[in-house]
């Protein structure tokens, strides 16, 4: 039976892909490299270094490793001061009530966020109560679409991946989800989520009920 949902965090609960694409786009357009919707989508759910090596991908020559350092905390920084101002306002819709409802039907939350900035923003969207166990890529050494994160996340509730449910907007989360053995629903397109057992538009389409009953 089910008995923890494990959330990722950008792009599922806070509003921040768009945030993460801008960052990226800013960065590609000062570097002279090409960058539309569809390296976008790459990068999503994708760790900060492994999000440069696909945006350098096109690079006309070859960048030394403190070059590549010295891009991802530009990146890192185009980010970060956004941010900076972010606070409950920014979750979105319905997630607050989709973690709720989760705990509500008795299960336990996790949360398997791939940034290095989730401890940050937790606090500013003031979630950080919502969630049993946190896995952030400070925690973790195998980026999505490994299937650590999510398996560390499952370990942390004592659960078993086979009761848990992970939600992700990314195909590499997908991945991941699946690699460790769990269900996974899909939240946006179908075209770059094909793989999820279920789709939704949004996280405010997520209905525990669905899976428990
Ligand atoms: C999430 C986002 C990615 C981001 C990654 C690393 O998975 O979806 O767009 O690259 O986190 O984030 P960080 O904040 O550590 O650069
Ligand atoms: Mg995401």
């Not at 990722?8 to 892909?17: K, Q």
């Not at 539309?36 to 070859?62: C, F, M, Q, T, Y």
């Not at 996974?184 to 525990?208: H, K, R, S, T």
Request: glycine share 8%.
């Amino acid at each position: 039976a089910l008995k923890g949902v494990i959330f990722d965090l950008d792009g599922v609960i806070a509003d921040t892909a768009i945030v993460h694409h801008a960052a990226w786009k800013k960065l590609a357009a000062e570097i002279g490299l090409p960058f539309d919707d569809n390296v976008g989508e790459r990068l999503k759910g994708v760790d900060r270094r492994g999000s440069l090596d696909i945006l350098l991908e096109h690079a006309p020559h070859a960048y030394s490793e403190d070059e590549k350092e010295a891009l991802a905390a530009r990146k890192n920084d185009y980010y970060r001061q956004q941010i900076e101002s972010f606070g409950p306002q920014n979750l979105l819709p319905g997630a607050r009530a989709a973690v709720e409802s989760v705990r509500r039907a008795g299960l336990k939350t996790a949360l398997a966020s791939a940034s290095r900035n989730a401890p940050l923003l937790l606090e500013r969207l003031g979630i950080a109560d919502l969630f049993d166990y946190v896995v952030d890529a400070n925690h973790i050494s195998r980026a999505k679409p490994d299937p650590e994160i999510f398996l560390a996340a499952a370990r942390g509730l004592g659960l078993a991946p086979g009761e848990c449910l992970g939600v992700e907007d990314a195909a590499a989360g997908i991945a991941s989800i699946h690699s460790a053995g769990m269900r996974a629903v899909g939240i946006g397109q179908a075209q770059a989520l094909a793989g999820a057992d279920l789709l939704l538009p949004d996280v405010a389409a997520f209905d525990i009920s669905r899976f428990t009953t």
